[in-house]
């Protein structure tokens, strides 16, 4: 079974410093891995995904994932933090032959201070 | 981005009364999605859509119903609203099916329900 786990419900950082919002999977096949970005009252967009290609993934607006298969993990990266990063992000698993389903995890939201 | 709506964004409505929620998609993808999202628990899937009249369960699907009559448009119909139903309602769709490269979900603007 797949299963997705956030490890920081929130995270708080300093405008310029770097990012970094934790994930690991648990996942009986070779999964895709997506991380997805919601700013407040909106809906979800994604930022990058991982299919099978290269490991390290680059995404919109700066972020970068490393799929690590040792570790089950997909932690989420940026080196600069913006004030526009400020949001709820969410990691989300797949795996091939359920049907096309998605499963997320509970959230981090960032907060960014000036 | 794909073109997806849904309507209404914003209800209020009574215990025991029913409520539907459509999407309208666009870009002709094949899967639909239904989603409800609560503080502390992320996005939990209520159904889905493989095609035309085919549906199945989510992990949350208890006091909800769907129907799919148009590759373009999928309804959520809870059949007798309940204060726990009170939540934000997201709508997805996604292209492929199965296979090693699972593709991108997309993502609605969401509706935000309230069941007094």
């Known amino acids: 079974a797949q299963s997705v786990t956030q490890l920081d419900s929130h995270v708080s950082v300093s405008e310029g410093t770097p990012v970094l919002l934790r994930c690991n999977y648990s996942?009986?096949?070779?999964?895709?891995l997506f991380w997805y970005v919601q700013h407040p009252n909106k809906g979800l967009q994604l930022l990058l995904k991982y299919t099978s290609a290269a490991t390290l993934v680059k995404g919109i607006n700066g972020f970068e994932a490393e799929f690590k298969k040792s570790e089950t993990s997909f932690h989420l990266t940026k080196p600069s933090a913006h004030m526009s990063d400020a949001a709820e992000y969410f990691c989300v698993v797949s795996e091939p032959n359920t049907g096309n389903q998605f499963y997320f995890g509970t959230g981090t939201s960032l907060t960014v201070i000036p | 981005d794909a073109g997806i709506t849904q309507s209404p964004r914003h209800k209020v409505t009574e215990t025991g009364t029913p409520v539907t929620l459509r999407c309208h998609q666009t870009e002709n993808h094949r899967y639909m999605y239904w989603y409800r999202q609560d503080p502390g628990h992320g996005l939990r899937l209520i159904h889905y859509s493989y095609g035309v009249k085919d549906t199945d369960k989510g992990e949350v699907s208890d006091g909800y119903s769907v129907s799919r009559s148009k590759t373009e448009d999928f309804l959520l119909t809870l059949e007798s609203a309940t204060s726990s139903q009170t939540s934000v309602y997201f709508c997805a769709t996604s292209v492929a099916s199965g296979g090693a490269d699972q593709e991108t979900q997309y993502f609605g603007p969401g509706t935000r329900l309230l069941v007094l």
């Open positions: 996942s009986s096949y070779s999964p895709s």
